[in-house]
């Protein structure tokens, strides 16, 4: 089996699969780029789009994860799985782990953050914190939750319940969540234990 580094995409050969079958899943992914001539990355690649799998599984080397770091911020995601051979969920999952973040991306919750959080939560609009907060409705939401803030303890007053009223004939939840300034959850458990019902549309004779 030659061993010259092809130069650009290569058709893999019958006696390059069978050999892709019978190390990879031992681990020897880097015996078969020397025996090939491929990258790792390659085989790596290879390997993942024909559902071929390690007996074990394959931590990330230190050389993968710093190349991760560098990369993940500014490229593709997809461009960074190709590079390193790895499935893009695997990716998505370790830079996760890892804290990392795409550039523009909502920057991680600090201890100000939360305690200006903690405060505002018991008696103001998840959409005014969400403003004050810069951030997304969701993402206060999601971070009250995980920080024991419960949403139920806002009690509803009688102009939310009165506008829910008055707006879910004609608008979604969504649009009522985001004019009233709760949760679109919270609001469609609302609406449920309200028991309102969208009006029927009488047909035309």
């Given amino acids: 089996m030659a061993k010259s580094k092809k130069i650009g995409w290569?058709?893999?050969?019958?006696?390059?699969i069978k050999l892709l079958k019978r190390l990879f899943p031992r681990g020897r992914a880097r015996?078969?780029?020397?025996?090939?001539?491929?990258?790792?990355?390659?085989?790596?690649?290879?390997?993942y789009n024909m559902g071929i799998n390690t007996r074990e599984?394959?931590?990330?080397?230190?050389?993968?994860?710093?190349?991760?770091?560098?990369?993940?911020?500014?490229?593709n995601t997809q461009s960074i799985a190709d590079k390193l051979g790895r499935p893009v969920d695997s990716v998505k999952a370790i830079a996760y782990l890892n804290?990392?973040?795409?550039?523009?991306?909502?920057?991680?919750?600090?201890e100000k953050d939360d305690a200006l959080l903690k405060k505002l939560y018991p008696n103001n609009k998840v959409r005014d914190m969400a403003k004050q907060l810069g951030r997304s409705i969701p993402?206060?939401?999601g971070r009250a939750h995980k920080l024991g803030?419960?949403?139920?303890?806002?009690?509803?007053?009688?102009?939310?319940?009165?506008?829910?009223r008055k707006l879910y004939p004609t608008k979604t939840a969504e649009q009522i969540a985001d004019k009233i300034g709760r949760t679109v959850k919270a609001t469609r458990l609302r609406i449920v234990k309200l028991g309102l019902r969208k009006r029927k549309r009488k047909g035309k004779m």
């Fill in 149 to 164: 803030i419960s949403e139920p303890k806002r009690i509803w007053s009688k102009k939310e319940l009165n506008l829910i």
């Fill in 57 to 75: 599984r394959r931590l990330w080397s230190a050389r993968e994860l710093k190349l991760l770091k560098k990369l993940y911020p500014t490229e």
């Fill in 31 to 47: 015996e078969i780029a020397e025996k090939t001539g491929r990258s790792l990355a390659t085989v790596r690649q290879k390997a």
């Fill in 139 to 141: 993402a206060v939401a």
């Fill in 99 to 110: 804290g990392l973040k795409k550039v523009g991306s909502p920057t991680v919750w600090s």
């Fill in 10 to 16: 290569v058709a893999w050969s019958e006696d390059e």
